[in-house]
T-cell receptor, first 113, second 115 residues
């Protein structure tokens, strides 16, 4: 079951541009995570959002959790080639098996110098 | 610092062999997970465990089994490896507080090739 719809699937931009990745669901999540994964490596946790409406910043990355805790976004300002990678959202919905995570399909970002 | 380690980064096995993938976490997490990741298919859950000796099937358990004898260690077993089990295998762990499942931490992955 694809509980988390992530978009866009692919993004190719020039260095210095801004971008936003979206993660949407019809279910309420107790928390939502964002990961970045580089080829041949495991996903690395960037942030966890818990409270509806919460905004967290990590240098040029801004993460937002929707008021109803059903969606989240990741905004990158002035993207750099080092931001290239696969971005994944994940979370554990409140009404399902609460020991299991669901993942978005991922956004493959390529930042060209 | 949080640490999840996997026994091998790369493995090459022959069809029919029994394969063991081991995962160790040092964070005292209750929950541990095994995923496989394939191009175009994303991350798919094979098995998870929410306590020692407890296990639950994920979305694609066929051809796999698991073992969790100690809290820090979660093993994935391929009873008789087949070529369609060639994949990237990822282990993760997380903790639970009340009914909230907190973030997962992943290991570096094992790239398994079955020939």
């Amino acid at each position: 079951t694809q509980l988390l719809e992530q978009s866009p699937q692919f993004l190719s931009i020039q260095e210095g541009e801004n971008l936003t990745v979206y993660c949407n669901s019809s279910s309420v999540f107790s928390s939502l995570q964002w990961y970045r994964q580089e080829p041949g490596e495991g996903p690395v946790l960037l942030v966890t959002v818990v409270t509806g409406g919460e905004v967290k910043k990590l240098k040029r990355l801004t993460f937002q959790f929707g008021d109803a805790r059903k969606d989240s976004s990741l905004h990158i300002t002035a993207a750099q080639p080092g931001d290239t990678g696969l971005y994944l959202c994940a979370g554990a919905p409140l009404i399902y098996n609460f020991n299991k995570f669901y993942f978005g399909s991922g956004t493959k970002l390529n930042v060209k110098p | 610092d949080v640490k999840v380690t996997q026994s091998s980064r790369y493995l090459v096995k022959r069809t029919g062999e029994k394969v063991f993938l081991e995962c160790v976490q040092d964070m005292d997490h209750e929950n541990m997970f095994w995923y496989r990741q394939d191009p175009g298919l994303g991350l798919r859950l094979i098995y998870f465990s929410y306590d020692v000796k407890m296990k639950e099937k994920g979305d694609i358990p066929e051809g796999y089994s698991v073992s969790r004898e100690k809290k820090e260690r979660f093993s994935l077993i391929l009873e008789s490896a087949s070529t369609n089990q060639t994949s990237m295998y990822l282990c993760a762990s997380s903790w639970t507080s009340g009914r909230v499942l907190w973030e997962q931490y992943f290991g570096p992955g094992t790239r398994l090739t079955v020939t």
